[in-house]
């Protein structure tokens, strides 16, 4: 087989997707981090699969218009960085064959190389050891094989070859890579849609239906209307022993549209819920949770939430939109009352796609835009939604958590220019610095760091720095560890998540405030989820 069109092409796609989906949890597992975040594989699958079902909606004629649904699907539906990373390759791969029926090895090898060096250009400082890599390895590897090879399953083969072996480097080229003992899980991605691009050609993988497609159809069957059950959320938990049928039963106090099913050694759990977070207490006393994905399917939750603005917000209305990504009602409540336009829901483990960023920014009425992703992992995302934006000029401030954001937004004046206070925020996010308690996922090795599933672990400005048993202890310690910094500010805000409750934050502010008598302390709920505590200097 020396030539691709069509057809070949839309079975190596399902191949990559039908491959990804089985073994995306192998790479959420890859995280770095041992924080409740190990989403690289869901992002990249669900980045994939919007882009396949988009191509199968259109139902296209050739492969134009096939890669044309693709690119366009990657982009709207691109989550996280591992996830816009992908729909760059993509993007940079198709517009190099546009307009061709057919492809030959050699214009495969160049358009591999043009995605390569499209998701390069998507970042302002490429990392080594990182889906970067990968990607230009396989890349050369098909320059070099160009005129030698005359069958595409071959090639494949070697480029699945070489893939695995530039992963096997990663840790090499990323110390922390190394240290956590682990490849780059964004590579690992790649490497897997290669084999199912690989196995998809040769007709090895049988295309079953996988969980999200079989809840695909009971969730559509429920929009339209006013929804009794607002939030679509799909749990998967490593609790063992499980029985589905008796958890079933009982999670129907909390919604409806159940399913669960057992996934090898998990089980995934889907239900239509008001109150996801319960749903997911409830379920977090079996075992721990390894991915959750929460929706919102009333397409007027922008509406719902501005008209909660507008009875909320007490403060100056600015010439500017501000949109904020934000996790936890407790931070939903703060940001509309500071004047945020609208809400993004999504944060740890939930990245809100390029769509979700970019339908936001439509909405706003007013041609400056402000996005606050307030997730190192979102702000990709949101930069590639505005560049998507002819018709505003939009500015991504890249708050890197929800307590960032918080004076940033205080710092805002209507009666200057949007280029100064573009530029205040700015220099704003500098100087805050900016504290979170939070628990392992699992045990692993981080910056000399030996740290245990189920450890309490405190973070300075997103680097884990301390470990221990007790959130109360771990922040306390946190603070003295930092004592000569804190003391050069003036305001501390404290935000306690979800399982926090509101006596036990306000014992813990005493606490502080007895080893910093001159700092002023705010204890606020911010109701957000895997985060004992986020702390904010000003």
Known sequence: MNILGLAEFQKMFQGALTNLGNKKEIVNKLNVFPVPDGDTGSNMFLTLKTAVDEAKKRNPKDLKEFGKAICEGALIGGRGNSGVLLSQILKGFFDSIDGKEEITIPEFAEALTEGSKTAYKAVIKPVEGTILTVMSAIAKKAMLLRFKE???????????????????RTPELLPVLKEAGVVDSGGQGLVFIVEGMLKGLKGELTFEKTFEEEIEEMDKATLGGKLEFKYDTVLLSSA???????????????????VVAKAGDLTKIHIHSNEPYEVMRYVMQFGDLKEARIENMQEEQEEFLQKNNEEIVQGIKKPFCIIAVSQGEGFDKIFLSLGVDFIVSGGQTMNPSINDIYSAIQKCKKDEVVILPNNSNIILAAKEAAKLTKNKKVVVLESKNMVQAVPVILSFNPEETFEENINRAKEILKEIHSFAITYSVRDTTFKGLNVKKGDILGAMDGEIVIKGQDPDKVLLELLRMNKEMVKDYEVMGIYYGKNVNKEHAEEIAKKIEEMFPDLEIDVTYGGQPFYYYLVSLE
């Open 240 to 258: 063992k022993d499980l029985d589905p049928g008796k958890l079933q039963e009982e999670l129907s106090k909390f919604g409806d549209s159940i």
């Open 150 to 168: 005359n069958d595409f399953v071959h090639l494949l083969e070697e480029l699945y070859k070489e893939s695995e072996i530039v992963l096997k």
